[in-house]
Structures are given as C-alpha cells and as structure tokens.
C-alpha cells in the first residue's frame, strides 16, 4: 500500500494581480521507504506541491491520501496533530528552535507526543549519535554550525518515527561537504529505520543520490524516474 | 508543561538587554505608584484617625438637630447607669460625654474666639491620647477648675502655665456665662483647627460655667473595632428615642473630609494611570518586537505539530513571567523605602507648615505600608500584560504558516 497519494493536485493563488497556477493537476504515489527528490527550476511548485502533501498549504482541487486518509478534509487543527504523528520536515533554513539545546530540539516532538521519559532520552541520544552529533547534545543552535544544525533538523525529523519526511531544499544553505555528510546521513537512516524522504530540491549532488528523481515544470510533472 | 515553561522562560532572556529595560520599567512605574499610592493611604488613613480619634470618635449621640445647630440649648440628660451598661458592650472602648460651646478668651489685651470642651479627662484620654498632647504644665482632673490649651492659642493670647484666662459666653437658655481659669497644662493637637482655638475643661467645670446642669452635648464612641461601627450604630438607632436623640456614624460627621479625601484621590489615580499609560506602551513595544522577530519561528512551530493553543501558551507564560519579574523588582525597590518612611514620616518645614495648617492639615506626610496597595498596583500591571498579550494571541491565531516560513 502507498504511504501517499496524490491525485489531480492543483494550486491557483488568486490574492496576485494575475492568477498562478502553482500546481497543474499532478499525480503521484510514494511508496514506504523511498528516497525520492522532486526536481525543478525556481517557481516550478516543487515547494508548493510538498507544502500540500505536508498539509502546510490547502489545494484548490485535488486530493492528498495518506494511508488511505484524505488530509485535505481535516480541519487545522487535526492537520496539525496529523503533521505531529506522521510527518517530520526538514527546512531549508533548518528553523531549529533557538532557546533549546540539540538534545532538547530533538526531544521537543516527541514530547508533544508524550513520549515516556526514559524511551525519549535513549531514542535522542540514538538518533544524535546516528548523525553524527554525539557529542554536541548540549550544544544550542547559534553554537552549531549550518551543517550541524542541518543534521539536528534532520534528527528531529526523524526522532518520532513518523510515516515520511518532507525535506524543502535541505542543502541550500550547506557547503559540499556538509551536504555530503547530510545526504549520507539521510540515506543511511532512510535504510535503517525505512522512512520514506521525500525533497525538494534543484540541487544536483541530491539528485544524484536520490533513487527516485520527478521533475516537475510549470506546475506539471514532466518526468518521474525510479533509477535503479 | 515543563518544556513550554523551559521555552518562555529562555525567551524572556534570548534579548537580554530588551529583557532588562522591560523589567526595569515596570519596576520604576510600580516603584512610584506605589510609594505615591502609600503616601496618599498614609495621609487620608492619618487624616481620618486625627479627625475619629481625636475628636469625633466612631459614633456620636446628640440631642436631635444639635449637629446642624450646635447650640448650648440642644443639650440633653443621659442616664449615668446607661452609659455604663454601653461600656459594657465588649464591642466599645469607652463612651464619652462632652460638653461643647463657643465663648470668647482673653488674656490681657488679647481676644479670641474659642471652642470650649467640657470633658472627663481621664476618659477622654481613653480614646483621643489627649495625655500625650501635653506640651507643658500638668493633665486636668475632673475636679480641678483649671484649664488646658491649645498651644497656639496659647501663644495667640500670650498665655503661659499658671497664667489666668477669662472665658465669656452665653449659658444655657441665655445665662451669663463668666469666669477666670488657671491655665494648667498646654496641648499640641495634631488637628490645626483645633490647635488654634480650644480649650479644654472638665466637665462638672464646663457644666458650671455654662449652667447646664447634668447635660451633655455629645456621647462619643470610641470602638474596639472599626468592623462594629455600623452594627453598634444600629443597634443605638433602634434603641433610643428617635424623637429626641439623633445618632450618627463617623462618616456622616467627618463628610467634608471624606469629600476632600475622594477628590485628593481621584488626582491621584489620573496620575498614576498617566504612568501606566508609558508603561503599557512600553510593554506593547517588547510584545510586538518578541512577537514579529519570531513569526517564522512560531510558524516553524506550527508545522512540526505545535497545536496554537500551546503557542500561545508559551507567549502568555513569556509575559507573566515578565510581569511577575517586573513586580517583584518594583516591591523590592519600594519596600525598604515605604518602611523607612512609615517609621520616619516627612515633617514639612518652612512655609508649606502654614498652608497645610490653613487646609486643616497636620504639616506630616504618613506612609501606609498596606499590603493592599502593592496587591492593587500588581494587579493593574497584570491587566496591562493581559490587554498586550491580546496581540500576540491574535497574531498566532491568524498565522500563515506558509507565508510565515519564508518570512
């Protein structure tokens, strides 16, 4: 069965001068545990196709199932909770949270969840030392640098264990080095604990690591490859 | 809830600097209000015990209509066995029978007009401290035919102890009255009315002089408890004759001053919510700089799974925390000041001595240390940060999160 589902999605942003058709009728199925990156130049919905399917951003028509469930008839504040137990994002800015150490950003969903103290702690620490951040738990954000902080979102993403992972342009802000750590990372842990990633992204060294690559234009999908 | 408190808590301190000037300002205007609110409560709270305890005690009785003409006619006779029944009553201190008139002193060259207090020394002293008034000389007993003087009208008619005073005046139905006093003590009264222009005299002397016989023209009260009043007075209403007697509680008797104390307040409280005004701006200003440096954050928030009522939570606890800190600054930079001024009031010297007396004022500033006053002030500041945390909530629930993220 499909993680998600994605039938005939449209976007029309109607508050500009001129309408835009940010989406146009795209379809799209992601199975467990792919590792699929959608591709495109700047202003081709890439963004706005993950921000539906994360639930972030209301199709003008169209229908997102997750499981099965259309997201789109949930009201926000049940999206909101149905991003909190199925959905981990990773951002281009990283937007960890400034006040809270790495341990603690990472803790900070499942403690939204109510995770039991003790899991919580091993599952942190697991996960830390999973990126490669072992030994920065206590380490506040402004203390980390891009690619740390990148690791700790990353981290936090997957901490829950939710049912996928939305990633919008991950790498922008990394030099080489830190987007191949990341990009390892992130492949790693897509093997290990089988959660579905899925970016946005135009940058080449995530295409090339990705094993499913949609390219999308003009709000349409052009090309989607499962490369073997 | 322990994470939510661990946020607000570190996001009051993420801008320190902010932080401080917020805190600060709350601290300076509790800081004024409250000793401004203290002396005000200090002065009316010392003004109305001067006005109750040193003259008209908490309930009076009167022959009917004798408040509004205080004549030497309006006297009355009251059973010497019913006072003493009333002072029985564990409610009442003491009840004091007073014979008070007008007559015209002199001393040599010097005339004046004055009030002439018949009274039971020794009870009198029970509520009004008159002992501890006494300047010179020596306190009267009810048998001495001598007399005791405000000290300024004592220095009007150049008056020393041991020196005779002439009183004139016109008795009960019009008799002559006429007589010469030895001046045995004088008294420094905290009211300045009454320090410019009474002189004390027993009772049986006053009785005499004015040829009164037994009677009286006020029983004053003194209570145990200011909660009783209103009971005791009641009672007192249902008990006497009504025809003949009128009884009256301390606010009917001192309704100039309480008039003058609600006004005096009133440009108090304007004063004070000037000062509240600033600082609810103030507030406002680090409410919206903490609100919208962080729209992207609190829409980050939003899409990891925060619910808005738990944002908004966050925000709220942030500024009762700021709140919480800024008045406890404020009582801790106020309370050495109010205790220092309570146990030393500000004595005026110079010529504001001569206004405030002209006012009926005692030339002293009182501080009341109240824990009320510092409840009251907190709970204005808490209001301030309720109506500012408006914005913030407002702000959260409409977020765009989208939008917000690429702010």
Known sequence: MSVIKVSNLTKTYTDTEVPVHAVNGIDLTFEKGEFAAIVGPSGSGKTTILNMIGGLEKSTSGTVEVHGQDISELSSGKLIDFRLNNIGFVFQAYNLIPVLTAKENVEFIMQLQNWEKTKMNERTFAILESVGLGNRVNSKPNQLSGGQQQRVAVARALASKPQFILADEPTANLDSKSTNQLLDIMEKLNKEENITFIFSTHDQRVVDKAHRVIKVDDGKVVSDEVKN | ?407
């Open chain 2, 1 to 407: 809830m322990k994470t939510i408190l661990k946020i607000a808590w570190r996001n009051i301190w993420r801008n320190k600097r902010r932080t401080l000037i917020t805190i600060a300002s709350m601290m300076f205007a509790l800081f004024f209000a409250i000793v401004m609110r203290g002396f005000q409560v200090g002065s009316y709270a010392k003004m109305k015990e001067n006005a109750i305890e040193s003259y008209s005690g908490y309930i009076q009785i009167h022959k009917k209509g004798y408040w509004d003409d205080k004549n030497i006619n309006n006297i009355f006779e009251f059973d010497q066995q019913k006072i003493k029944d009333l002072e029985s009553d564990p409610r009442i201190n003491v009840v004091i029978p007073r014979l008070e008139s007008f007559a015209l002193a002199s001393s040599g060259e010097a005339t004046k007009g004055v009030a002439v207090m018949g009274i039971f020394p020794e009870k009198e002293n029970k509520m009004t401290k008159i002992k501890s008034y006494l300047q010179e000389g020596d306190f009267i007993n009810v048998e001495d035919r001598s007399v005791l003087m405000a000290e300024e009208l004592a220095k009007f008619l150049n008056i020393n102890i041991n020196d005779t005073l002439v009183l004139f005046s016109s008795g009960y139905h019009g008799a002559t009255a006429a007589g010469l006093f030895h001046v045995k003590g004088i008294l420094k009264l905290p009211i300045p009315e009454m320090n410019r222009r009474t002189v004390y005299l027993s009772i049986t002397e006053a009785q005499n002089f004015f040829d009164t016989g037994n009677q009286f023209t006020a029983l004053a009260f003194d209570m145990n408890n200011l909660d009783d009043v209103n009971t005791v007075e009641q009672e007192l209403r249902s008990d006497i004759d009504q025809e003949n007697y009128e009884v009256m509680g301390w606010e009917l008797m001192n309704k100039e001053l309480l008039q003058m104390i609600e006004s005096d307040k009133a440009g108090g409280i304007i004063m004070i919510a000037i000062l509240y005004m600033v600082i609810a701006f103030g507030i406002l200003g680090t409410v919206l700089m903490m609100t919208n440096e962080r729209i992207r954050e609190f829409s980050m928030m939003i899409s990891i799974g925060m619910q808005k009522r738990k944002l908004i939570l966050v925000v709220i606890i942030e500024l009762i925390f700021l709140t919480i800190l800024g008045v406890i600054a404020g009582f801790i930079i106020s309370l050495p000041l109010m205790i220092y001024f309570y146990y030393n009031p500000i004595k005026f010297t110079g010529d504001v001595v001569e206004a405030m007396k002209d006012f009926n004022f005692e030339p002293i500033m009182p501080m009341s240390i109240d824990f009320q006053i510092f409840i009251n002030q907190a709970i204005v500041i808490m209001i301030i940060s309720l109506i500012v945390m408006y914005y913030p909530i407002l702000k959260i629930l409409k977020l765009n999160v989208v939008k917000g993220l690429k702010s």
